[in-house]
T-cell receptor, first 115, second 113 residues
Framework: DVKVTQSSRYLVKRTGEKVFLECVQD?????MFWYRQDPGLGLRLIYF???????EKGDIPEGYSVSREKKERFSLILESASTNQTSMYLC??????????????FGPGTRLTVL | AQKITQTQPGMFVQEKEAVTLDCTYD???????LFWYKQPSSGEMIFLIY??????QNATEGRYSLNFQKARKSANLVISASQLGDSAMYFC??????????FGTGTSLTVIP
């Protein structure tokens, strides 16, 4: 019954490393999203994608990039990890269109620590 | 500009009592969707309830209801008969016509036995 999976629950990296966070959904959704969640700040959108090879910047794209080569997979890349990117990263997907069934389905999250 | 505002960082409620979690939103679009999610300590995000901007009636899902006041741009979540398992973070979110979602900062609800 798994719908959205993320490659790791916990990840520890060093400053300057290139980090890949992978997200896969099995619901054939058009839209996929990457958020980071920090205490007191809620969920902030990093990037989203509404189709294969399409991407849009969210509120906090600096220091991140994304890749969507296949419909089911959306990758978040930290080009050179920094300590201020220590956070919980949540991936989500949703179908296209606006309506009752457009709830976002979330993955379990990846807690990234950058040392 | 902040699209979703949740002004209650933390709330307490006695078990079996009702509680209202506040949410106001900001948009000039005529079409939008409003969602509430629950995030227990395990971290998973659980969809609770949806309200469309054109829906005439307030949405209800079991013990959850959404008090939608369009003119005031508010979408408060009402939880009736609180249970210990309701203790969690609650996020209000809005979806715009471009399918982008905007989340509030959340309200931490604690149910007291």
């Amino acid at each position: 019954d798994v719908k959205v999976t993320q490659s790791s629950r916990y990840l520890v990296k060093r400053t300057g490393e290139k980090v890949f966070l992978e997200c896969v959904q099995d619901m054939d959704h058009e839209n996929m999203f990457w958020y980071r969640q920090d205490p007191g700040l809620g969920l902030r959108l990093i990037y989203f994608s509404y189709d294969v090879k399409m991407k849009e910047k969210g509120d906090i794209p600096e220091g991140y990039s994304v890749s969507r080569e296949k419909k089911e997979r959306f990758s978040l890349i930290l080009e050179s990890a920094s300590t201020n990117q220590t956070s919980m990263y949540l991936c989500a997907s949703s179908p296209a269109g606006l309506g009752e069934y457009n709830e976002q389905f979330f993955g379990p999250g990846t807690r990234l620590t950058v040392l | 500009a902040q699209k979703i505002t949740q002004t209650q960082p933390g709330m307490f409620v006695q078990e079996k009592e009702a509680v209202t979690l506040d949410c106001t939103y900001d948009t000039s679009d005529p079409s939008y969707g409003l969602f509430w999610y629950k995030q227990p300590s395990s971290g998973e995000m659980i969809f609770l309830i949806y309200q469309g901007s054109y829906d005439q009636q307030n949405a209800t899902e079991g013990r959850y209801s959404l008090n939608f006041q369009k003119a005031r741009k508010s979408a408060n979540l009402v939880i009736s008969a609180s249970q210990l398992g309701d203790s969690a973070m609650y996020f209000c979110a809005m979806e715009d016509t471009g399918n982008q979602f905007y989340f509030g900062t959340g309200t931490s609800l604690t149910v007291i036995p």
